[in-house]
């Protein structure tokens, strides 16, 4: 016996799960900076100025990427939840390489970086204990932390590879501009921290208050 089925009766069909997807042009950009990570890194161990000048063009073309992928998904419309999580991964893992290889090598001061990698780890470990219990959006401060952190690891990668083109005052006031770059970039991120440490405090107490209602 056969049975027809209605329109009405007929299953939905599969919600479009495009949004889901982990194939997409602007999650293959951020994957590819993920990639290009252990290249910066390996930049530091190439004798030279091949060395430096592909440790620059590698975190340059990085920074690059991270605008590409955010345009890409808007201008595509792909946004996905894997690159909501991939996209700060990658950030981090690119940031984090940079500034602890140019601590090794000398050219950014040793506090300074760890300044900046304590902030991220305190403000990731917040995020992840108040996960679904308080909204920490990004704040304004936070995005100029990002700029100029960028900025002076950026100059920092570059003055050693500049240096020898230009004058040798010019040369070590690139080298100077950078770490100073650097320390703004250590005020800026700690200011930011407690920007995120009171919003949490603020939303941890409307939380509480709306349990007592």
Known sequence: MTTSVTGAERPEAPADTGRLRLASWPNAVTGARI?????????????????????FAVF????????????????????????????PIADKLLVAAALVMLAVDGRAPVIAVVAILCREFLIAGLREALAGTVALPVQPLGKWKTAVQMGAIVILLLAPAAAPLLPDAAGTGLAEAGRGLLWLAVLLTWASAIGYLRASVRGLRAAGAERED
């Open 60 to 87: 340059a073309a990085a920074a690059i990427s991270d605008y590409l992928d955010g345009w890409l998904a808007r201008r595509l419309d792909q946004h996905s939840l894997v690159g909501r999580i991939l996209d």
């Open 35 to 55: 990639l290009m990570v252990p290249v910066l890194v390996g930049s530091f161990f190439v004798a030279g100025p091949a060395g430096l000048w592909l440790g």
